[in-house]
């Protein structure tokens, strides 16, 4: 990673930020930890500051109190946009709280037209995500149907979308990541799923 003041603060940020959070599943990892490792991973494919930073800030706008404003004031225009790209939305008009499958549609239609910086960081979040998963429930599929539950078909078709949308639009290599990571994800729900058969 090309260390800078810039993402030191967007470090700093994120810790802050996201101190009292921690990632779903048994053992509770800091969600900040997330976003390093997203960070890490897209400066395998780029070294562009904004982008870093906004990998390290992208769950900031959607998780946090941090508005886009702030946002954008603390580290400019090129991150807030990166960053509200790749925000779910997470209330209704009206306050209530927006369905799962509502806020996955919406994403992959922001991602249509989103920055190319934005799908650099959308493939390492999910390449993150997807392989945690996999290393963490690869023997244990009953804990990870009570942990993360839902429909595990639905889980794919999610993934699936996002995966058409980064093959149409995104030439970086790391595409290939994750498609690798994804046939993984795919080949795993479908041991998840004969699991679950059998209960």
Known sequence: ?????????????????????VRKGDMPFPVVSHLVSVAMIVSDYTNDEDTICAALLHDTI???DYTAEELQEDFGGPVRDIVEALSEPQTED?????????????????????????????????????????????????KFIANFGGKL?????????????????????????????????KNFIADVKKTKEDY
């Not at 090309?2 to 959070?21: F, N, P």
């Not at 992959?108 to 979040?125: F, G, H, M, R, S």
Request: glycine share 2%.
């Open 62 to 64: 959607e998780d946090t």
């Open 1 to 21: 990673m090309a260390y800078s003041l810039k993402i030191e603060q967007a470090i700093r940020a994120a810790a802050v930020l996201h101190k009292d959070q």
């Open 153 to 185: 078909e639905e889980r794919i078709i999610a993934y699936q979308e996002i995966a058409n949308v980064l093959n149409k639009r995104l030439k970086s290599e790391i595409l290939a990541e994750f498609n690798n990571v994804f046939t993984e994800y």
């Open 94 to 142: 009206d306050g209530g709280k927006t369905i799962w499958k509502k806020k996955k549609n919406i994403y992959v239609e922001q991602l249509k037209t989103a920055p190319l910086e934005a799908l650099i960081v959308c493939a390492a979040d999910k390449i993150h995500n997807m392989r945690t998963m996999v290393e963490d429930y690869y023997d244990d599929h009953s």
